[in-house]
């Protein structure tokens, strides 16, 4: 008795989905919407026993306010579901329309990746975010959330699940995972579930990278950088720092290290001590920054993602000595130069090697929907398919479609016929 | 003494091989066409050992041509250069432009993968066609050929990397290995090596996918199946099917299994019969189609990958049934349906879940080249990232660039500013 099953049935009936025209499914996201409005009492019941549990363990205020599943947070997520509907068919897209031949045609089309595993925190919020984004792309999904919002979790996801099914949509689609043991019953299933998507600690994700053949979508660590180049705008370059050490520590889209050019430290450094401190933020810096400013002393080699008020700094000559730190040291997340200098930015945005590379603004803006994709279902440092924060486009793949009319390749082989590869 | 100090020198180069123009880049497959050319001598002579060597220890015939490398093989590659100069450059594309708000632009643009890894049968025109890909889209690689190959593999080789370096590529970006001890290094290189493209045997290929943590592009198996339709045209059916099953039969695009509708077995299968019995080729089938025609009898679970002229022939009762046999039996390769009803194609090509979905036409279609990409560096039945036959596109990836002035993320939580979401 175990999940494995329900995943067999599910890879049965996911061709269904795969083949299910777009109404259908903005149909289910319609229903979901109705659903969840509809059950609006009943997931505010199921939510203050998840708070009034969490409570009694004694959580932080922090993680009070992500367990919490409030009126506003129902808005946003119906909201979110509008913004999904209203966005174009991420399936059926011809991306390669090509006459091989006389009457054999290519077409590369867009299609579901399939069966997607998403084990993320306990936010009840995400659930339903992931949830759509997989109905809108096609894909069959096993979730699992964190077990502190369990109850939550529970309504939220038959509505979710009873509203597509209404829609027309199989019943063996969509399932939730509920128990821990679940998670490594689903890790072995490699011959039917086509990606993972975990999100949370850092331990977390490598212990699902390192014990499954399924590819996995996401991030461990963000150990984002600043590089304060010599034509920086100091205004700019504080205001930018402050920002994304500070808006929200816990991010893995927060700044976690400093580099600042020699040429430009003695000015600099003071006014961003200045401004670090009055943030409460700890300022660890190498032996070099620790003799223009007072700072813990770190070692060379001791670049951290901290999630807190801390920050390392550390010296470089210039924008290639920034690059091989970050390529070195970094975590492939999101990483940003600070200068007046086009050739600086340009250079500095053609080299890291990192999903996002900014110019002037804060990392904190690595973000599905800051992007402007309505939602995300995680943000990958992977460099195989999707980067970044991943919405609909990550979610989908594409197949080759060649219509022939006995088209045999010994023909072509022999001479007879020819390729003539003509984009129509 | 190993190849993980070069590789970690690679990873230090690759990006000035990202920021490389296309100017150099074509550059380099200009000096390489010409340093071909010119090597031809010492090029032939390393061949004539290694045939001589491959002479000795007794290798079929059919192996045999794939070792030479002859004038025309030669012709061959140098044509394919100039077809991969011609090509627009794949990186630097814009494929998201968007304005987030008042002077914060997102662009989505496409950028080399980083490192890859290649380990490829004995088979000259392979290395010169992988370098090449790899050159055009600025990928740094590590490239491991057959053995039986060496003396010719190491002077193409270094044809190949002279000439890059002429151009201004790093010498650093391309490295050959040659012991098969190299190969389990090469395995352990996860955080340097960005991809690998194992192609070979499926023992092999399955080796290193359950060997490594970096990810893995490719096939093991190639078991494509051909459904012959209730409206199939017989004529188109068994021209076809002589195609895919005969044309050659070592190739992972050959056709292993056929399924034929039941109401119309009675009149197909000895027509089938006579055909693929007159191209020598053995017949295996279920207890119901020996029933009808004379073949060696194979269980209801029993579905190989010959590789060979045998095939293997099932009875199924409607295109769901096929497409459910190829999902759970398949390896997601190239599937084909035979049939003059488009309601039934359509179904055919949603629902298979493979690489390539065809219409009346032979599987052995699947090819990089066939498709009009020039070149393929292998054909994937992974469906994250790249799928089917891999050529330039397959080779890259994207990088989010956002240029602001200063923008922070605090701004936008505030409601002081607002995004606003406009494709350029």
Redesign the interface.
Known sequence: MGIREDILKM??D???L??SDTELRNRALENIISGLENSRDEIFAANRADLDAAAKSGVSDAVMKRLAFTDAKLSDVTEGIRTLISLDDPLGKVSVN?K?SEG?V?RRVS?P??IIGVIFEARPDALVQISSLCIKSGNCAVLKGGKETRNTNRVLFDVIRSSAVSAGIPETCYMQAEQHSEIDELLKCHSEV??LIPRGSNEFVSYI??NT?I?V?GHADGICHIYVDEHA?F??AV??I???KT??TAACNAVETLLINRKIMDRFLPVLDEALKSGNVTVNGTEEIAGIIDVNMIDEDDFREYLDLAVSVKAVDDVDEA??HI?RFGSHHTDCIITEDDDA?L?F??????????????T???DGF???FGAEVGIST????A???VGLEGLV??????????????D??SGKKK?E?TDL
């Open positions: 890879k049965q996911a061709p269904f795969a083949a090509r091989l054999l290519l299609c990746i399939g086509d990606l990278m390192n053949k590819p979508m705008d205004d700019k205001s930018v402050f920002d994304a808006q929200y690059v091989a390529n930015a250079r945005q053609q080299m890291v090697d990192s999903a996002g590379v900014y110019r002037n603004c804060s904190r803006f690595a800051r992007y402007g992977g460099k195989i398919h980067r970044g924060p793949t594409y197949k080759y479609i060649l219509d022939g009319d006995g088209h045999i390749v010994g072509f082989a390729f590869f």
